[in-house]
């Protein structure tokens, strides 16, 4: 079989073989959706690339030690070490995160989309901006699962182990920011296309 065509949990068996193109697919096949779980908490970008780089000395360490149980997906794995690593770094920072865009990153640059004229591009790139300050306006627990759940794509089942609360808190939280999302958006007259 091709190394490119395999699983996860096949390419972590050909990467404990010995083959490190197997782990280096890995990497890239989820690269993009942990580096910008990453992002979106620390909103640094030579921060996340620390928190990225130590989530995969990390996971080769676990694997290496044979530590590595394939029981749920690799991603969620890698996500959960990752959210963890973000804690740790607030906990050292003594601060939450706030999201918000920065000129050097911004989440909706690795959302991609084809066929777009230029008028529809700058539609797009004006309500990603509407959409990202009423997310900003959200208090941090229900920004914190709107970013998981949306960004990072995670079920609420996820979004509850990794933040430790139950999946009716999980649930909660996001239904508020719904509603709390509706409310800005009637308050400032906001038009989302």
């Known amino acids: 079989m091709e190394v490119s065509a395999m699983n996860d949990k096949q390419l972590i068996a050909a990467y404990l073989d010995g083959n490190d193109y197997a782990f280096e697919i890995l990497l890239n096949r989820h ?27 990390k996971i080769v360490d676990t694997l290496r030690r044979g530590k590595y149980n394939h029981e749920g997906k690799f991603v969620q794995w890698a996500m959960r070490i990752s959210y963890n690593l973000c804690v740790d770094h607030f906990r050292r920072n003594k601060r939450r995160p706030i999201v918000h865009a920065k000129e050097d990153f911004d989440i909706f640059d690795v959302l991609k989309s084809d066929n777009l004229n230029a008028e529809d591009q700058v539609i797009q790139r004006q309500t990603y901006a509407k959409v990202r300050e009423l997310i900003d306006g959200l208090p941090p627990e229900q920004r914190e699962v709107v970013i998981l759940r949306h960004y990072a794509d995670m079920s609420f089942k996820e979004i509850a182990g990794l933040t430790r609360v139950s999946i ?24 989302l296309q």
Do not use: W
């Open 31 to 57: 690269r993009d959706k942990i580096y910008t779980s990453i992002y979106l908490f620390v909103k640094d970008r030579s921060q996340a690339d620390d928190i990225f780089q130590e989530v995969f000395i």
């Open 168 to 191: 009716n808190t999980a649930l909660g939280r996001m239904r508020y920011a719904l509603i709390n999302i509706r409310k800005m958006v009637e308050e400032q007259n906001v038009v």
